[in-house]
Structures are given as C-alpha cells and as structure tokens.
C-alpha cells in the first residue's frame, strides 16, 4: 500500500489588500502518494502557483489542512518553516537565474545548500561530485552558469534541488523558456531522477509534453481540483474495450478537458469531495445544457444529471426509479414533487446525499454525456502502483 506524502484537506487561500479579498484556492483537496510524478495544470489565476508557494513552506493557508511528509504546514513557527524549506523541498523555478548563483561554479552551488543545513564541508563536496556524475556534467564543475545551455543549466538546477536529499521536489514550469527537444530531455531526466532515487515530483506546467509523461494530471479550475488525468496502462485502440448499452448513446471526448491529453492514452476522471461538491467539465455543460438546475436520477451503476424538467419522463420505469423515495433534505414525497439541485456557471454541484450512498465513488467519478443528460460513473479500486487503473465495469 502506498503512503500519502501530501495531503491537502479543504485548503483554503485568501489574500487580502485593505478592503479587497481574492480568494485563490477554495476547499482544495488533493493526495500525493510517495514516489509519484504528478503534474498540476490549470488557467493562470487557478490557482497552481498559490498552492506550489504553499506546498513549499513560501506560504501559509488561511483554512484547512495540508501535510508533506508528516509536517502540518498550517503549525509551523518560521524557524521550522524555514528547516522545513531546507531538508524536506526542493524548489526548480523557470528562470535559471532563480535556481543558480551566476558567479559561483557548479560545483559551488550543488555546495551551498548542504553548507546551509549543516552538512560538512567534506560530505557536502562528496554529495555535489554524486550530482554532478547523475546529471552528466562531472567534467562541467568548475565552469559557471553562464557557459552551459539552457538545458544544462535546468539539470544543473534539478541537481541543486537534490542537494539535500529532499522528500518532495517541486517544479514551476521548469521548460518552460526550453525548446521542444531539451523539453523532451528534461522531462526524461525528471522520470529518471523520480524512478533512481524514488523522490516524489510535482511539475506545475502549460505543457503537454510535460503533462503526457506524468503518472497524474490533476487540472485546478477555479482554486478546486476538477479532473485527475492517468496514463491507460495500454492505448484503448490496442485493448478490447467494453462499451456498455447504456453508454452506447454517448459522446466521448476525443482529449481532456484542460490540456488536451488524448483518450486514446489517457483517462480523465473528476474529483467529488467527501460532502458531494463536484465541478462538470466545460465540454459536458456544453453538450447538456443545465441551465443553472438539474434532477438526479439514480440508476443501478451510476448518477444521471438531466436538465430540470426533463428528468419526468424517464421517472416511471427506470431502473433506481424515484418515485418512491422522498426529497434528499425536507422529506417531501418524489411522486408530487420535484427536487432539484442548483449548479453554477462553471459546473460547479453538490449532490445529494441519497447519491452519494447510492454509490461509491471513492472521490473521483468518470463524466461521459449521452443525447440528453450526464452521467457519473464510480472509478472501480483497481490494483495499480498509485491509484486504481479507470476501467468501466460491465
């Protein structure tokens, strides 16, 4: 069984100057398993960069809970945050000017860090020779920054990350002033690094190529995790997929949501928190049209969400029919009242809690569209090296 590295529990950030408050991340939730490679996509103004400052001791949470590697970030006096920052992160920023000093060596800066946490002068030489030999540039130690490549100089950055032997690496956009080929060598060396040494790695990213070689992509929408994108452990056009009858109408999406991974490799699931809050995709609001409301129907294998009003007339005869159940909160009778649950602009719903003991979904649910309605599908537990491969049982 893997053990969560990170966890992030209803984490909640607002920043705040005189009278105006904005609100970057709104009851963010999120698991990083030990030894995973994860990357983290979204809009700017997601709120990917506020919970990266938070994840590596340069913020706090106004509210929540969030934990790496047994330390509740929200307790931290500023004396353990910054041995927090020294021995449990290490930090890879875009611009190489933040992760190397310009007049020192190579050498010297794989040194520093160590020399800052207390390592002796000797293991700390010993430590930056390791580095130097894992990245390729034991012959580069005493050049400086400025005569290696970008590529260079982004392992070289990698290697200092390492320094201290961290438990958890961070990334923001650390290709992004990279060409699309020292990206595809970066990308590899970051799945190396995270395969040799085991070290848990988060890639914030624009890039797909960066998203295409993770084991996770988890797309933030509106300061909530929305969608969880994993690898296909073989390409559906390679498998014998099963298509049920009652997915037969469907439209499948032909890539992810967010950043465009194709389906053939790939499977997008949402996430549902524990009290049922959920945010639809923008293609599937887009093929249904909700308009603000809808029913929830409760079939045996699933959820369907149908347009307010249209819901009536499936209720007699569909499987899990409704018309003898009550109305989730108040009691009154399905067969003469209609209930229905209130989504936002941007998806945004919370089911009910009838639903949410109808089936388990474990926190994640696969969204697939028919002519009329949505449906929410559970992710079966399936045995796989982090979280369970999404196939849809017969």
């Known amino acids: 069984m893997q053990t969560q590295l990170v966890i992030c529990d209803n984490l909640i950030k607002i920043y705040k100057a005189g009278e105006l408050e904005t609100v970057a991340l709104q009851g963010l939730d999120l698991d990083v398993y030990q030894g995973e490679m994860i990357s983290i996509v979204g809009a700017s103004g997601s709120g990917k960069s506020t919970l990266l400052n938070i994840l590596g001791g340069l913020d706090v949470p106004s509210a929540g809970r969030i934990t790496v590697a047994g330390h509740d970030l929200s307790r931290l006096n500023e004396e353990d945050r910054a041995s927090y920052r020294r021995q449990i992160i290490g930090y890879v920023w875009q611009q190489s000017g933040r992760n190397l000093l310009p007049d020192m060596t190579i050498e010297e800066n794989l040194i520093l860090p160590q020399m800052l946490n207390g390592i002796s002068a000797g293991r700390s030489k010993r430590r930056a020779h390791e580095l130097l030999e894992l990245i390729g540039l034991a012959t580069h130690a005493r050049r400086k920054p400025v005569h290696l490549s970008g590529g260079q100089q982004q392992r070289v950055a990698i290697a200092v990350a390492l320094a201290n032997q961290p438990a958890l690496l961070l990334a923001d956009e650390p290709t992004g002033e990279l060409d699309s080929t020292t990206t595809q060598e970066i990308i590899a060396f970051f799945r190396s690094i995270n395969q040799k040494l085991g070290v848990t790695i988060i890639i914030v990213t624009h890039d ?8 996770r992509t988890i797309a933030i929408r509106d300061g909530r995790t929305s969608t969880e994108t994993i690898r ?3 390409p559906i056009n390679q498998q014998q997929p099963f298509i049920p009858d009652a997915l037969s109408a469907f439209q499948p999406a032909q890539s992810s949501a967010v950043i465009g991974l194709p389906e053939a490799t790939h499977q997008e ?3 549902i928190d524990r009290v049922g809050l959920l945010q639809l995709p923008a293609d599937a609001l887009e093929r249904v049209a909700l308009r603000g409301r809808a029913e929830v129907h409760l079939a045996p294998d699933h959820i369907e969400l149908w347009p307010a009003g249209m819901g009536e007339q499936i209720y007699q005869g569909l499987p899990g029919n409704l018309a003898n159940h009550s109305s989730a909160v108040i009691g009154l009778p399905a067969h003469s009242h209609r209930e229905t649950i209130m989504v936002d602009r941007v998806g945004r719903l919370q089911l009910p809690q009838n639903a949410l003991e109808h089936l388990p979904f474990s926190g994640r ?4 569209t ?5 449906q929410l599908w559970p992710v079966p537990m399936a045995a796989n090296d982090f979280y369970p491969t999404p196939v849809i049982q017969q």
């Open 365 to 368: 649910a696969f969204v697939r």
């Open 208 to 215: 797909i190529a960066v998203a295409t070689q993770v084991d």
């Open 232 to 234: 296909r452990e073989q």
């Open 269 to 271: 699931t949402i996430f």
């Open 370 to 374: 028919a002519r009329s309605h949505i």
